[in-house]
Nanobody, 125 residues
């Protein structure tokens, strides 16, 4: 059974940075790991995903975060990170870590079968 626990959220001023962590238990090495976010009253949106191809990690980003956010993974710690730089008030949301055991660098929330509890990120203007 895979369990995901996010941490690292908080309150930051616009232009600042945060690093979210997602500690995974269970065998997730071959899984696609993703980050999603859900602002109040809105749908859950894709942010970033990473899959280990066996040689190099493959990643994908939402257009709204390209160049500002970086997803990475520490296999030894079984932890996925989301480094968020140049944060904007529009980035305010609950951020969720997710895992997809079926393979593929997918962006649809429905494709992910494991989810964390979420961590709040608030960016003040």
């Amino acid at each position: 059974q895979v369990q995901l626990v996010e941490s690292g959220g908080g309150l930051v001023q616009a232009g600042g940075s945060l690093r979210l962590s997602c500690a995974a238990s269970g065998g997730t090495f071959s899984y696609t790991m993703g980050w999603f976010r859900q602002a109040s009253g809105k749908e859950r949106d894709f942010v970033a995903a990473l899959k280990w191809s066996g040689i190099v990690p493959l990643s994908k980003y939402a257009d709204s975060v390209k160049g500002r956010f970086t997803i990475s993974r520490d296999n030894a710690k079984n932890t996925v990170y989301l480094q968020m730089n140049s944060l904007k008030p529009d980035d305010t949301a609950v951020y969720y870590c997710a895992a997809d055991s079926t393979g593929g660098l997918v962006t649809a929330p429905s494709r992910y079968n494991y989810w964390g509890q979420g961590t709040q990120v608030t960016v003040s203007s």
